[in-house]
């Protein structure tokens, strides 16, 4: 006789033994309503950003205070919520903060940037690099290779220039004048250094000592910097190598300041660098998208 198999449904909908994971992924997932419905006190409670009474709440949440009472005292148990001795109203509670707070460690801008690069990379078909300010300026932190590399020296720990890199540019657009104006001032002593040691003089007076002038921000750079602001997006065309061009593009923190750049490079025959073209739209797009996720937001 052929055995016979009884399979028991949980309350999502599916059998005990069944695979969570093995089901199609067009197949519409089940969840518990009465944790929806619950939910939408919580959502509620961070759009107000204020403790509220029983049927001030209840009324954001579009139920009556009868039904939201049972799910605020279950959220008080929990630590979601908690309700205040003197007012009585509610609000979040101490574990609402400590999943916030783990929520803002997970959705670190660099992390997640990382993550998305490589599809980036594939989707646009150039090498994309992110960036960081480091003690001498951008830094690059992570480089992802398109299938067919562009050629230039690009490595971990490479600082980008302020004047001749899209990087760079985003970085002296979004950062503070005294900060953009020491970084220039450091990129024109190396530079001085560099060509000392080639020619193998003495270097250069550095720019800032008596009788030279320091690096600032001429006219023509100001302008520049200008148009990275009004287009969120910083480029460059056969300027630090020739046959290189790259757009980048800036992801912001909680305080709207610059935290990542994000740089897309390519050969210049096959780079679109407008910012209103392909590259421009997806690597704002992605950038942007970052800023959203980290609850940043651009400068004033």
């Not at 997932?29 to 509220?52: C, K, N, T």
């Not at 998305?116 to 290779?145: D, S």
Request: overall charge negative; hydrophobic content about 45%.
């Amino acid at each position: 006789m052929a055995s016979t198999r009884t399979s028991h449904r949980s309350d999502s909908g599916l059998a005990d033994d069944e695979d969570i994971d093995s089901r199609p992924d067009n197949r519409p997932q089940r969840g518990i309503q009465s944790i929806e419905v619950g939910g939408q006190l919580l959502r509620a409670l961070v759009q107000e950003g204020r403790p509220m009474a029983l049927k001030d709440l209840a009324r954001a949440a579009d139920m009556v205070p009868g039904k939201a009472h049972p799910y605020l005292v279950s959220f008080v148990k929990l630590g979601l919520i908690e309700q205040q001795a003197t007012t009585g109203h509610y609000g979040l509670g101490p574990l609402a903060l400590q999943l916030g707070l783990i929520s803002l460690q997970q959705f670190d801008p660099l992390r997640l940037a990382s993550e998305r690069m490589t599809r980036l990379a594939v989707e646009l078909g150039h090498t994309v690099a992110l960036a960081v300010w480091g003690n001498r300026g951008p830094a690059v932190v992570r480089i992802e290779y398109a299938p067919s590399p562009v050629h230039v020296a690009m490595r971990h720990g490479m600082v980008m220039s302020l004047r001749g890199t899209a990087t760079g540019k985003v970085f002296a657009a979004y950062l503070p004048r005294p900060t953009v104006l020491a970084a220039l001032a450091a990129e024109a002593a190396w530079a001085a250094a560099a060509e000392g040691f080639r020619l193998g003089t003495d270097p250069a007076p550095l720019p800032g000592t008596p009788g030279q002038p320091a690096p600032g921000l001429d006219a023509a750079f100001e302008q520049e910097l200008q148009r990275v602001r009004a287009t969120g997006l910083g480029g460059v065309v056969d300027e630090a190598v020739v046959g290189v061009s790259a757009l980048a593009a800036p992801v912001f923190d909680m305080a709207g300041r610059i935290v990542v750049a994000i740089t897309a490079i390519g050969h210049s025959a096959c780079f679109d660098a407008q910012a209103t073209g392909r590259v421009g739209v997806a690597l704002k797009a992605c950038a942007d998208e970052l800023t959203r996720q980290t609850d940043g937001h651009a400068p004033d």
